[in-house]
């Protein structure tokens, strides 16, 4: 496991508190398409202070249920981890393409 802080896009430091981390594994059990799902995934987590944001692994993106939008700050560095702006999520997120689940 490597565990690094985020860079920011606009000055290029790193930001305290928001850090990512590569070859996690984690137990998740979820639902997507009418199945049910459990096993170990091994990927990379996006971690704003002490809570898991983003989990991707195995082409899937897991956010927490419950801090996935928990502050602006968690927002502002869960949209660079992800490329993408909250509506986007929202999207993916209604859509089924994004996976809520508890991933703390």
């Keep these: ?3 690094e802080n985020m860079t920011s896009n606009n000055t290029g430091r790193k930001i305290p508190n ?3 981390i590569y070859n996690v594994t984690k137990e998740l059990s979820f639902t997507e398409d009418n ?3 459990h096993g ?3 990927g990379v987590m996006f971690q704003s202070y ?3 944001i983003v989990f991707k692994a195995s082409g899937k993106t897991f956010l ?3 801090y996935w939008d928990y ?3 968690t927002g502002k ?3 660079q981890f992800l490329g993408e702006t909250k509506k986007e999520t929202e999207k993916k997120i209604s859509s089924g393409i994004y996976i809520l689940t508890d991933l703390n």
Excluded: A, C, L, P
Aim: no cysteine.
């Design 1 to 3: 496991m490597t565990v």
């Design 35 to 37: 199945n049910n799902y």
């Design 18 to 20: 928001q850090f990512i």
């Design 40 to 42: 170990f995934f091994t």
């Design 50 to 52: 002490r809570s898991n």
């Design 64 to 66: 927490d249920s419950y």
């Design 71 to 73: 502050s602006k700050t």
């Design 77 to 79: 560095y869960r949209n």
